[in-house]
């Protein structure tokens, strides 16, 4: 899923760079406004889950790049305002979840994860579940901004995750 998610991440940024930044920050009525501002919720979401499993206590070492990343104020906040100085961030995370993913062990995913939100909720849950919940977030949310590109004429191409399966012999 590490892999699908960066090679889906670098083909999304560049379908998104084919527009001009007034269009990528332009309102198109998302849930979170415009193209931008979905991929900065991505990013978002993807800090606090990564700063969260850095606290786990299987703490993988190719977590700490993200350890002194503020924690964003919310899922909603501008992380940065053009699609290029973003996507020098996704690239970087992209990496850093590849590592982790390379990192955890089987025995991790049956553990516990606790975390408490920005709402004072605590929460525990499996964490391979939750690792389930981290790809599947970024997932549904690239498929807001296909369609968003898709609108504005931008064609992204094939999305399956197939597509990143490697080829068995039969």
């Known amino acids: ?9 670098e083909r999304l940024y560049a379908a998104a760079a084919t527009l001009p930044d ?14 931008l501002g979905t991929l900065n919720h991505v990013v978002n ?3 606090i889950w990564l700063k969260r499993f850095a606290a786990h206590p299987s703490s993988c070492p190719a977590l700490a790049p993200v350890v002194p990343l503020p924690l964003p104020a919310g899922l ?14 996704r690239r970087q995370l992209d990496g850093v979840i590849v590592g982790f993913a390379g990192e955890v062990r089987d025995q991790d995913l049956d ?6 939100n920005s ?22 949310h690239r498929g ?21 399966l490697p080829e068995v012999a039969a």
């Open 22 to 35: 007034a269009e990528l920050a332009a309102d198109r009525k998302a849930f979170f406004g415009s193209i």
């Open 45 to 47: 979401g993807d800090i």
């Open 76 to 89: 909603n906040e501008p992380r940065a305002a053009t699609l290029a100085e973003l996507a020098v961030l």
């Open 119 to 140: 709402r004072g909720q605590t929460w525990h849950r499996q964490f391979g579940g939750v690792l389930q919940h981290f790809f599947n977030h970024q997932t549904h």
């Open 144 to 164: 807001q901004v296909t369609t968003l590109l898709s609108q504005q004429g931008v064609d992204v191409g094939a999305t399956d995750l197939l597509l990143v």
């Open 111 to 116: 553990t516990v994860l606790s975390w408490t």
């Open 1 to 9: 899923m590490a892999t699908y998610n960066q090679w889906m991440n």
